[in-house]
């Protein structure tokens, strides 16, 4: 799961919570009966978005600060890994250098054969 994916899923967690949905449902219902008012209504939205905002705002500051991490071992983890493949390939192209020189002098020594 990426990143994004996370945080959409906490979002919809914050706004899609089914015992406020089903508290919802019930205060709807509560409103054709008229055993509730629509001030009361209201006033219900009013603190479930409040809620939810809230909720929403405290999860921004934990999710920007897991984004920091990641970016902060990312790029630790290039650097580490530009300066590792660098080492590898400069011991790899000595080697290469060797085993060239090695064939160069085989070849040669296999001309003087033919040769002589």
Avoid: C
């Avoid at 219902?29 to 978005?49: C, G, R, V």
């Avoid at 493949?85 to 296999?110: A, M, P, S, T, Y």
């Amino acid at each position: 799961m990426t990143k994004n994916d996370m945080l959409h899923v906490s979002i919809e967690e914050i706004l899609f919570n089914e015992e406020q949905l089903a508290e919802l449902k019930e205060l709807i219902n509560k409103l054709y009966d008229n055993s509730l008012t629509p001030k009361e209504f209201k006033t219900y939205i009013l603190k479930q978005l409040a809620k939810n905002q809230q909720k929403l705002l405290e999860l921004y500051p934990y999710y920007i600060k897991q984004i920091k991490i990641s970016n902060s071992l990312s790029q630790y983890t290039r650097e580490t890994f530009s300066s590792e493949l660098r080492k590898e390939l400069q011991e790899k192209e000595k080697l290469l250098e060797k085993i060239g020189i090695r064939v160069n002098h085989l070849v040669d020594k296999l001309n003087q054969k033919l040769q002589g």
